[in-house]
């Protein structure tokens, strides 16, 4: 069965300092270089698989990207369709405030000069789809965001409103996801 792995980029200052960071550009920590190069050796101890790593064009995704292929020897190319949800306003605001958490389940809310979930879901969903229709059959690593792994996760399960607004994975988690 075809599959593709998602992995998050390495620690920003901005998830340390509990900040969205969305579109904006924010650069690895040293824990999260440290984090990227560890992720890489997991993936070559696990024997996972992957003919080419896509990564967000932004630069905590594509220095983990950069990491994993290092370490991995697998291919990696920009794929600008990953780059994480702009969130207008909200950026470099508060993670946890009340408010975002209430602008976050209006799907259809561009937050003031950014992007919503069902744009952020169409583009995610059509490369998916991209990559399910490939008769090449490859596997790839995706290398990208927290706001991505919400789109990527619902593209192969089923969730509420609800779960989808507060579904995360960690700092260069690895998750494997199977299309049928």
Known sequence: MKSVYFVRHGQTLWNVENKICGATDIP???LGHSQAVETGKRILE???QADEILYS???????TARHISEITGIPAREESR???QCFGKWE????????FFEAKGEFCC???GGESMLQLAQRIYNLLDEIREDPEDKTYILV???GISRVVHSYFYEMTNA???VFGVENCAVLRYEFK
Do not use: M, W
């Open 28 to 30: 690895l920590t040293e």
């Open 46 to 48: 696990e024997g996972i």
């Open 57 to 63: 064009p932004l630069v905590r995704a594509a220095e």
């Open 82 to 84: 990953l780059k994480e």
């Open 92 to 99: 470099a605001t508060p993670r946890d405030s009340r408010e």
């Open 110 to 112: 561009r937050y003031e």
């Open 144 to 146: 990208a965001h927290n």
């Open 163 to 165: 779960e989808f607004a």
